[in-house]
């Protein structure tokens, strides 16, 4: 079956410093997704990717789809200690019907 | 406007009960999804229902069944509870296949 392989699983990094994690796939995605977690919370939304080479920005947040459509990396620059919590990678087919694939998670730890 | 709406959003089972856990929507989307979250493993589906009235297996639906209540209400059905369903449960749902999942704040189940 798909796989999605995400990677760092965590980092610890000083406020300030910039991020960058990304996820790889064994099949090619029409949609790439990337959420946030916050404990406790569910998964929301933070950036989505639709073609092969978009590069999108969310305030700090910068995500690109892969021109092979088997990648996407996610950076956040100048990070703050509100930046802590498990980013997803997540990512779709066509004709899966909505359904998603979502990487292991990143967990980010952000010391002020 | 609630979005996903999740109860209980805590519960505590004994090996071999059962239970339902409730999932409802106010944004009239068409598709709706349970998923399971365990530690270093991101969100695995269960089952999702691609509109009313159809229901499919996920990635691991063994031990649980679902029921598409209406195109608002999506539940999802321990029978007989075991330990390894100790987990946090997701509901989410999306109105056309292209977009982006909305996701509830979780249900968090112990079983003993």
């Known amino acids: 079956g798909q796989q999605l392989n995400q990677s760092p699983q965590s980092m610890f990094i000083q406020e300030g410093e910039d991020v960058s994690m990304n996820c790889t796939s064994s099949?090619?995605?029409?949609?790439w997704l990337w959420y946030k977690q916050d404990p406790g919370e569910g998964p929301v939304l933070l950036i989505a990717?639709?073609?092969?080479?978009e590069l999108t920005s969310n305030g700090r947040l910068t995500a690109q789809f892969g021109i092979t459509r088997k990648d996407s990396f996610l950076n956040i620059s100048a990070s703050i200690p509100s930046d802590v919590g498990i980013y997803f990678c997540?990512?779709?087919?066509?004709?899966?019907?909505?359904?998603?694939?979502f990487g292991q998670g990143t967990e980010l730890s952000v010391k002020p | 406007n609630a979005g996903v709406t999740q109860t209980p959003k805590f519960q505590v089972l004994k090996t071999g009960q059962s239970m339902t856990l409730q999932c409802a929507q106010d944004m009239n989307h068409n598709s709706m999804y349970w998923y399971r979250q365990d530690p270093g493993m991101g969100l695995r589906l269960i089952y999702y229902?691609?509109?009313?009235?159809?229901?499919d297996k996920g990635e691991v639906p063994n031990g649980y069944n679902v029921s598409r209540l209406n195109k608002r209400e999506f539940s999802l059905r321990l029978e007989s509870a075991a330990p390894s369903q100790t987990s946090v449960y997701f509901c989410a749902s999306l109105r056309l296949p292209n977009q982006p999942q909305h996701f509830g704040d979780g249900t968090r189940l112990s079983i003993l």
């Open positions: 990717l639709y073609k092969a080479g």
């Open positions: 997540a990512g779709n087919s066509e004709g899966q019907g909505g359904k998603l694939i």
């Open positions: 229902s691609a509109s009313e009235g159809t229901t």
């Open positions: 099949s090619i995605f029409n949609t």
